[in-house]
């Protein structure tokens, strides 16, 4: 039998990292716990409440509504870009000169800072002046993303599918390269339909980078921030104030820091709970 | 260096120690008894003690925010529930 050997020295490897985190993500995380429970008017004069910001947030009907919105968002978002990203990467061709151009088209969006993508759908969209608006509203279509809800729902998906399917492109594809030929020569000599193959072949061997692909597509969305902040700003009114949005106008605007830490705190594990049950169903996968 | 900023108050100041006393717990079991536990529990998945701790301790959280928002403070019965929660984890998960 084999010996292990144990060197608990290594564990001073990791040291630099366990240092790091404390100072950018666990001090900040007790500061946050200890302001959720106090009333602060500045000045680093705290005033302990309890549980009341906990309770005033879970009861609120501003959180409940940026919440709703949040969610709504999310599954619209993953609606569109996982059946449509699946489609793209199944027409995009698998070798040749114009597989690297389709894989180079698809990563630009990727490349482009968050903010700048709000600035460019803000500027395409401009009812008076934007290509977008101006084509649309050219077409007899009343469509104003400043002023109507609808309007600015649908640009902000829009915005988002547009930045955010090639993600879900690149995953599938590389899912889909991963597939052996001997697959498809089975399934031709069987008689197999392109339905068949993509139901019984393609889709089940995809099934771990489309975890993946859900996981971050889900992260990202109920995280979003800047691209609908820079797009619409929340509005108009609060029909596009998502979780995030409705948090910062809520410490930086209102500075409420006591709701806001309880706010930050309550979203914080929902996105916790979210990740876990995703890393529990990848690695089930796995493990099968 | 002054922490004021952080902002202290003697509940939360327990609350982080029971969390740090948890951890250095897990850490001495897992010293005595290497291998963390692992097992399939009733829900069918692998867990180690570190799991069941982290499941204990996020399910304890939720139960503690749902007591807040249909019942209100105090939260002592929110406690005795995470309590009987966490053991139930810690014997069947």
Same mark, same amino acid.
């Given at each position: 039998?084999? #010996? $292990?050997?144990?060197?608990?020295?290594?564990?001073?490897?990791?040291?630099?990292?366990?240092?790091?985190?404390?100072?950018?993500?666990?001090?900040?995380?007790?500061?946050?716990?200890?302001?959720?429970?106090?009333?602060?008017?500045?000045?680093?004069?705290?005033?302990?409440? #309890?549980?009341? +910001?906990?309770?005033?947030?879970? %009861?609120?009907?501003?959180?409940?509504?940026?919440?709703?919105?949040? &969610?709504?968002?999310?599954?619209? @978002?993953?609606? @569109?870009?996982?059946?449509?990203?699946?489609?793209?990467?199944?027409?995009?061709?698998?070798?040749?000169?114009?597989?690297?151009?389709?894989?180079? *088209?698809?990563?630009?969006?990727?490349?482009?800072? +968050?903010?700048?993508?709000?600035?460019?759908?803000? @500027?395409?969209?401009?009812?008076? @002046? #934007?290509?977008?608006?101006?084509?649309?509203?050219?077409?007899?279509?009343?469509?104003?993303? %400043?002023?109507?809800?609808?309007?600015?729902?649908?640009?902000?998906?829009?915005?988002?599918?547009?930045? +955010?399917?090639?993600?879900?492109?690149?995953?599938?594809?590389?899912?889909?390269?991963?597939?052996?030929?001997?697959?498809?020569?089975?399934? $031709?000599?069987?008689?197999?339909?392109? +339905?068949?193959?993509?139901?019984?072949?393609? *889709?089940?061997?995809? $099934?771990?980078?489309?975890?993946?692909?859900?996981?971050?597509?889900?992260?990202?969305?109920?995280?979003?921030?800047?691209?609908?902040?820079?797009? %619409?700003?929340?509005?108009? #009114?609060?029909?596009?104030?998502? &979780?995030?949005?409705?948090?910062?106008?809520?410490?930086?605007?209102?500075?409420? *820091?006591?709701?806001?830490?309880?706010?930050?705190?309550?979203?914080?594990?929902?996105?916790?709970?979210?990740?876990?049950?995703?890393?529990?169903?990848?690695?089930?996968?796995?493990? $099968? | 260096?002054?922490?004021?900023?952080?902002?202290?108050?003697?509940?939360?100041?327990?609350?982080?120690?029971?969390?740090?006393?948890?951890?250095?717990?897990?850490?001495?079991?897992?010293?005595?008894?290497?291998?963390?536990?692992?097992?399939?529990?009733?829900?069918? !998945?692998?867990?180690?003690?570190?799991?069941?701790?982290?499941?204990?301790?996020?399910?304890?959280?939720?139960?503690?925010?749902?007591? !807040?928002?249909?019942?209100?403070?105090?939260?002592?019965?929110?406690?005795?529930?995470?309590?009987?929660?966490?053991?139930?984890?810690?014997?069947?998960?």
């Amino acid at each position: 039998m084999i #010996g $292990k050997t144990t060197n608990q020295r290594a564990w001073l490897l990791v040291a630099p990292v366990v240092a790091l985190v404390a100072f950018n993500a666990l001090i900040p995380m007790m500061t946050v716990v200890n302001y959720s429970f106090q009333e602060t008017f500045g000045d680093n004069v705290f005033f302990f409440e #309890g549980f009341k +910001w906990y309770q005033q947030v879970l %009861t609120s009907e501003r959180f409940h509504a940026s919440f709703g919105r949040q &969610l709504v968002f999310t599954g619209v @978002i993953l609606a @569109i870009e996982i059946p449509l990203g699946v489609a793209i990467a199944l027409a995009m061709p698998r070798s040749g000169p114009w597989a690297s151009v389709c894989l180079v *088209l698809m990563a630009l969006p990727l490349l482009i800072p +968050w903010n700048v993508v709000g600035a460019m759908w803000n @500027i395409f969209a401009l009812p008076d @002046i #934007g290509l977008l608006g101006r084509a649309v509203n050219g077409m007899g279509i009343a469509y104003n993303f %400043t002023q109507d809800p609808v309007s600015a729902w649908v640009t902000t998906v829009a915005m988002d599918v547009w930045h +955010w399917t090639s993600l879900v492109v690149l995953l599938a594809y590389a899912g889909l390269c991963a597939i052996p030929d001997a697959y498809y020569q089975a399934a $031709k000599i069987d008689g197999a339909g392109a +339905w068949a193959v993509f139901r019984h072949i393609e *889709l089940p061997k995809m $099934k771990r980078v489309l975890t993946i692909a859900i996981l971050l597509r889900f992260m990202d969305s109920f995280m979003i921030y800047t691209e609908p902040f820079v797009l %619409t700003g929340g509005g108009p #009114g609060n029909t596009t104030t998502f &979780l995030s949005i409705d948090l910062v106008k809520a410490a930086l605007g209102q500075f409420d *820091l006591g709701p806001a830490a309880a706010m930050s705190l309550i979203y914080f594990l929902i996105v916790l709970l979210v990740c876990y049950v995703f890393f529990t169903v990848v690695m089930r996968d796995e493990e $099968k | 260096m002054s922490l004021s900023w952080m902002a202290w108050t003697w509940p939360t100041a327990v609350f982080f120690v029971c969390i740090a006393l948890a951890l250095a717990g897990m850490t001495i079991w897992e010293l005595r008894r290497p291998g963390g536990g692992a097992r399939r529990g009733v829900l069918g !998945l692998d867990t180690t003690r570190g799991d069941r701790l982290f499941i204990t301790l996020l399910g304890s959280a939720f139960i503690h925010l749902a007591w !807040l928002g249909l019942a209100g403070p105090p939260v002592w019965a929110a406690l005795g529930i995470s309590v009987i929660y966490g053991v139930a984890v810690f014997r069947w998960v």
